[in-house]
Structures are given as structure tokens and as C-alpha cells.
Nanobody, 120 residues
Framework: HVQLVESGGGSVQDGGSLTLSCTAS????????VAWYRKGPENTCEEVPH???????YYSDSVKGRFAISQDNAKNTVYLRMNNLKPADTAVYYC???????????????WGQGTQVTVS
């Protein structure tokens, strides 16, 4: 049984920081493609960053230079450090493992339950 559990969301002021965590059970994230998606208030869905099995990373233009994805293999956990947060970053953030790039569908990979980030 695969389960991804996100944590670390919350409410922050404009310019603040948060770190999200995604811990997996039933699935090793080592060598996996792990992405963070976010779904905004207007039902937009965006793949924000991802990290590939070889360690290469990708960031959308909207977060480049402000967000950083990292991985702790010993804890089977992927992190998303978010700095200089803006109101436009307000969304539910989902951890997705082994999905397809840019495919925001629950049948594309393993999805966590999501964690709310609110920036005001």
C-alpha cells in the first residue's frame, strides 16, 4: 500500500517562508521522479518543481529562484523549501511520485492528500 503524506503547510505573510515535507511509505523515493503540484483557487494546476532519480531538478518559471526541492534518502522524504512567498503561491500543494511531467491527474503517479499554503 503506497502512501505519500505531506506536511508543513500553513499561513504566512507575503515574503515569508515555509518548508513542505513529503514522506512515503510502501514506495522508495530513492531514484524516483518526485514532483510537487499545486492547485490554486481558480482550479489551476501547476507542476512546480520535480526531482529526478539522477538528482536533476526542474522549476517552473513562477517559482524559480524562490523554491528548492531536496531529498533525504534515509528518511524517504522529499522537501520543498519555499522562500519569498507571494499571495499568488496560495494553493493546495501535492506531492506526486512517479507521475508524468505536467500531468495533473490522480491516475498519473501516486498522490498525497495535499497541504494548504496560504500567503496573505
Amino acid at each position: 500500500h503506497v502512501q505519500l503524506v505531506e506536511s508543513g503547510g500553513g499561513s504566512v505573510q507575503d515574503g515569508g517562508s515555509l518548508t513542505l515535507s513529503c514522506t512515503a511509505s510502501g514506495l522508495s523515493l530513492v531514484g524516483s521522479y518526485v514532483a510537487w503540484y499545486r492547485k490554486g483557487p481558480e482550479n489551476t494546476c501547476e507542476e512546480v518543481p520535480h526531482i529526478k532519480g539522477d538528482g536533476r531538478t526542474y522549476y517552473s518559471d513562477s517559482v524559480k529562484g524562490r523554491f528548492a526541492i531536496s531529498q533525504d534518502n534515509a528518511k524517504n522524504t522529499v522537501y520543498l523549501r519555499m522562500n519569498n512567498l507571494k499571495p499568488a503561491d496560495t494553493a493546495v500543494y501535492y506531492c506526486v511520485a512517479d507521475g508524468l511531467f505536467g500531468v495533473c491527474r490522480p491516475d498519473s503517479g501516486w498522490w498525497g492528500q495535499g497541504t494548504q499554503v496560504t500567503v496573505s
